[in-house]
C-alpha cells in the first residue's frame, strides 16, 4: 500500500488537469509545494513540527486520518497522514475531493486542518459479475479497478463479490469468465486494502451429502485461488430453503475450510426467509454453542426487524446491514409517492439518485449495526453508493455537502454545488403526481444548459446517466398529461352514446387515445433519450434496450423497452371494446360503455379513489408496506387497466362533507376476498366477485353517514399459504351516492 496512495493521487490529478506529479521518497531541494503521506505512528513527523499532529487525534483510530498544510517561509506542504495504509488512502480521497482542479490548474484552498475517522467499521458494495446485474457483466478488469478506486476515494472499505453459484448463467456481457473476474476483483481489494466480501448462497438441499460434498470442494477452490478474502456471507433463506440446524454446520464446515487460506477471515450468516421457529433455533444455538467461528449476522430485506436482531443478538457478534439501494419499487425501500407513470417507464432499476431518503434510512437503522455492505446490480444507483459510504464514515456529514464533493470530482468543481442542486432536483421530479410536478421541467430545462456548457463531459458515463433522467423525466411528465387528457376525450365520447352510436362510438374512442401513438410528442426530447441509452451502453455496458442490449430480463433496468408504454388505457380500452362487441344485447354494451366513461367520475356526491395512486387516491391514508402495491406483470408489459396494476390488501380511506340524508353504496374493484368496515363496522356485501376488474358492493347503513363523514377499514384475509401475488388485491374504491 506504500506506493498505492501516491498513485492514486498522481493519476486522478493528471487525468483531470494534464500535470505530472513527481512522486520522491526524499524530500525535495528548492520551494516546490510538496504533498506528503506519512502514518501517524511516524515519529519523524514530531521533529518535522508538522501542526496539530501529537499522535493523539482521529488520525490515530483506524482508518483515520489528518489533512494539513503547513507553510514555512516559501514552502508549502500538504500533510495526508493515516493512522494505517487505509486512512493514508482515505486521506488522498479527501485530498482529492477537495482539490481544485481543471486544465493545467490544481489548487487546494488553505489552510486546512481536518482531522477525521469512520463511524462505522463496515462500509461497502456489492458489485455482482454476473448475468443479472445491468451493468457489471460488461465491465473489464480496468473498469472494475477504477471503480473500486473511486468507491475507496468515497470512503468505502470494501466490496462484495458474487462468486461460482452463477456459473451455470453466464452472460452475453463477460470480456472474461466469471471464474477468472473474482480472482481478479480479489487482486483489485488487496491493491487498495480493501476487504472482499462474497455472497454465497446454497440452493440446494444440504441434507443430499453429494451435492454438499460438491459445495464444499467448490468453496475450497475458490478460497485457494483467491489472493484476498476476507469474509463470507451467506444468506439463510434468500435464496435457499434449509433450515438453521443444517445451515449452521455446514457454515461452520466451511469456516475449517476457510482459515486454512486465510487465517484471518470471517463467517457471516442472514436470517432471511427463516420463520420465527427458525430465527429462535438460530438464537439458542448462540446461546448453547457460543461459536467462536461465526463473526456476525448480515440484515437485509425478508431479515428480522433491525433493532430486534441487534437486541437479541449477543454483543460478540458484529451485525452488518445489507440495504437495497438499487431499486426504486418491489423492494425494501420503495420510493414513497411514486407515480405510476414512473412506476411503469422507469421501473425498479432505472438511473435512481436518491440522497435524502437514503441520508434518512441511513440514520434511521445505521445505530442498530456495525456498517453496511449495500445491495447493488449496476451502475445506476452510483450517487446512493457515495452517500451511504460517507454517511457511513460520517453520518453527521451534510448531504448537499456530498453530493457537492460527487460534482466537483467526477464533473466541475467550479460548478459543483450548481450541479449538486441539479441531481437533488431529480430526486424531486419522484416525489408526488407527476402531472403536478412542474419542477420536472424546470430540472429539464437546467441539465440541457448543463448539458451545452459542458460538452467536455458528454463522454463521461456518470453524466451520461443524470442527462438521461432528466430528459426522461420530461418526457414521461409531457406524455403523462397528454394521455390522459386523450382518455378523457375518449370518455366524453363515451358517455354520450346511445343504443344508435355503440360502434361508432367506441371506433371514436379508440381513435382518440391512439393519437398517443399515432400523432407521437417531443419527438427531439425522444431521439436524445434514444442516443444517451446507446450512449451509456458504450461507456459502461448499461443495458437498457432488450433488442439492442441483450439483458438478462426486462426488470433489470431495461428503461428503454417501456418508455413509452401507454400512460392511458387505451391497450385496456382496445381489449374492452372486444369484448363488447361480442355482446348480443345492446343494453349490455351500452351499460359496460358507461361504466367504462365513468370509472373515475361517478358523479356529483360519488367519490372515486385509485388505490396507491398519488394523482387518483386523495383519500387513501395508507400505503403498502411490503412494496408490492405496484405489479410485474406480463414482463412489464400488462394490458390491464391501470388502476389495476395498483393495489393494497388493507387500505385505509376517509370521507367528510357526506350528505347526512343520502344513502351510499361502497363499491370495490379487485381480486379475491375484500372484508369491509365502516367505522369499524362489518358490512355484507350485496355484491360479491372475486374475479379482477369486476365490482364488490355494499350498502352503507344511515346511521353510520349521519355525521357526515365515514372512514372505511378493511380486514386482511388469512392467506399466508400463498404467494403474495396471489393474495387478493384491492385497486378501485367508488363511494357511490345513490339518487
Known sequence: MKETAPAVLTEEVAKRTGITLKNAAAWPKGNAPVIAFALASDKTLLSRNVPASNGNGPESKPEGYRIVTETAGANKTVWIIGADARGVLFGTGYVLRHLKMSKSFLELTAPVNVATSPAY????????????????????????????????IFGSNAVEGIPFHEDDKPSP???????????????????????YWVWTPATFELTDKTKRQAELALHEQFYKECP????????GGDPGDNHPSEVLPFLKELQTILVKYHPKAKMWISLQGFDTEQ????????????????????SGPGSPPMAETRYR?????QHRQYPDITHSVRCEFPVEQFDQAFALTLGRESVNPRPFAFAKIHAKYAPFTDGFVSYSDGSHDDVNKVLWSMRAWDPQMDVHGIVEEYSAFFFDHAIASTIASGIEALEQNWKGPLAENGGVELTYLNWRIFEKTKENLSNNWRWQMLLL??????????????????EKQANAILAAADRNTIAKSMDAALATVNKADQEPIERDIYKHIVDLSDALYTSIGLQTSTEKHKPRNPERGVVMDFVNYPLNNRWWLADEFGKIKKMTDPGQQLARLKTIASWENPGPG???????????????????????????????????????????????LDYDNLDPRARYIIRVAGEGDALLRVDGKR???????????????????????????????????????????????????????QP
Open 228 to 235: 484476498r478474502l476476507d469474509h463470507i456471507f451467506f444468506p
Open 279 to 298: 430465527i429462535d433455533y438460530f438464537y439458542k444455538y448462540l446461546e448453547t454453542e457460543k461459536p467462536t467461528w461465526l463473526q456476525g449476522v448480515v
Open 683 to 737: 358490512l355484507s356485501p350485496i355484491v360479491y366477485n372475486k374475479e379482477s376488474e369486476t365490482f364488490k358492493e355494499w350498502i352503507i347503513p344511515l346511521s353510520l353517514t349521519q355525521d357526515g363523514k365515514i372512514s372505511v377499514t378493511f380486514d386482511g384475509p388469512e392467506e399466508s399459504q400463498l404467494n403474495w401475488r396471489k393474495q387478493s388485491k384491492i385497486s378501485d374504491i367508488w363511494l357511490l351516492k
Open 173 to 195: 456481457h463477460f470480456k472474461i469468465p466469471a471464474r477468472e473476474m473474482r480472482i481478479r476483483m480479489s487482486e483489485i481489494c488487496r491493491k487498495y486494502d480493501m476487504d
Open 606 to 652: 360519488s367519490y372515486y379513489d385509485d388505490i396507491s395512486s398519488v394523482a387518483k387516491g386523495p383519500r387513501v391514508k395508507t400505503i403498502s408496506e411490503d412494496a408490492t402495491d405496484v405489479a410485474w406483470w406480463d414482463n412489464g408489459l400488462s394490458r390491464k387497466r391501470l388502476s389495476t396494476q395498483l393495489f393494497q390488501r388493507e387500505p385505509e
Open 469 to 486: 433522467r432528466a430528459y426522461y423525466d420530461q418526457y414521461t411528465r409531457q406524455r403523462l398529461i397528454r394521455e390522459q387528457n386523450l
Open 121 to 152: 467499521p463496515i462500509r461497502g458494495h456489492q458489485l455482482g459479475y454476473r448475468s443479472t446485474a445491468n451493468t457489471y457483466d460488461a465491465w473489464t478488469v480496468a473498469q472494475f479497478d477504477q471503480y473500486i478506486r473511486e468507491l475507496a
Open 313 to 317: 443478538l449477543p454483543k460478540q457478534y
